[in-house]
DNA sequence: CCCAATTGATTCAATAATCTAAGGATTAGA
DNA sequence: TCTAATCCTTAGATTATTGAATCAATTGGG
């Protein structure tokens, strides 16, 4: 079981590698991309926060992911130290072209599934992202009193 | 339900952050680690491609696992050119000491789940499995042919 | 048995991405 | 209004990866 959970996220990694080089763009920028898809319209830090980055290579992922007219920068008219980070249109287009057919595809294979089912499955996946959680808590405080 | 495999998806990335922290090396030494971990003594190609590595980043990956006392070289004597990659003692006490625990949890959990149930549940995961690799054909085709 | 071709790993220079720290602009609070 | 805090950007140093060249070992055809 551990070794299909692997799989299956070797495989997703492996297409955001795919996806990068077709994008144009680095593994970190599709990284910022996929955060912005789910989490709409994001300011520079929060985009840090959610890729893992510190603020000065946010700004230049930013500066990547503009100058391949995948996303834009958009001063937030109430707070304007703030640079607000939304997908283009373009970009959405191309997360599309990639996401779509997997989402989609993904969506059928679950039809075939009762309710009881899908209720196991995700149980599952809850639970493991509860351990999950949980340890990486312990590695955080461990890290800490170093 | 994709929010669910994203979310489990993105805390592993997480722990595999802190656990690079913890050991002193970079992420790219961690996916080393695991594969030497799932997969045995590996050479050094073997291990570049299943990493995703070119030879270059490869040597200096296991240089750095090397100097981090976490793996160790050993000259293949039935063909010379070769090097294995070990874990060291010292690496196998470090996978087990950040994963161990989080796996032996997840082994845990899986004991409340009826054959049945585990049926369901790796059937789901294949079949995600099978749908990201088809994708990733699709993508690798379109990128080859531009 | 030898030599050319191949294979495996390493080195090195160039490139790319990241981090940290400092700076400039804006806002909020006293 | 002045000060501190917040947000983003810039710049220089560091780190990692790539791709090509190199060295060593092996293999196979003649």
Known sequence: MARAVQD???ATDL???????????????????????????????EL?????????AATTAIDRLERAGLAERVRDTADRR??????????????????????????AGLRRYTV?????VETFLRLALLN?????????KDNAEE
Do not use: F, K, M, Y
């Open 8 to 10: 299956l996220q070797d």
């Open 15 to 45: 297409i955001d590698e795919l996806a990068a080089r077709r994008l144009g763009v680095n593994r970190t920028d599709v990284r910022c991309l996929s955060r912005l898809t789910a989490r709409g319209p994001l300011t520079a830090s």
């Open 48 to 56: 840090a926060s959610g890729a893992g980055l510190t603020g000065g």
């Open 82 to 107: 703030r640079v607000l980070v939304h997908l283009s249109e373009r970009g959405r287009a191309a997360v599309e072209e990639v996401w779509g057919p997997i989402a989609a595809e993904a969506q």
């Open 116 to 120: 009881a089912e899908l209720e196991v």
């Open 132 to 140: 999950q959680t949980r340890h990486a808590e312990r590695l955080r």
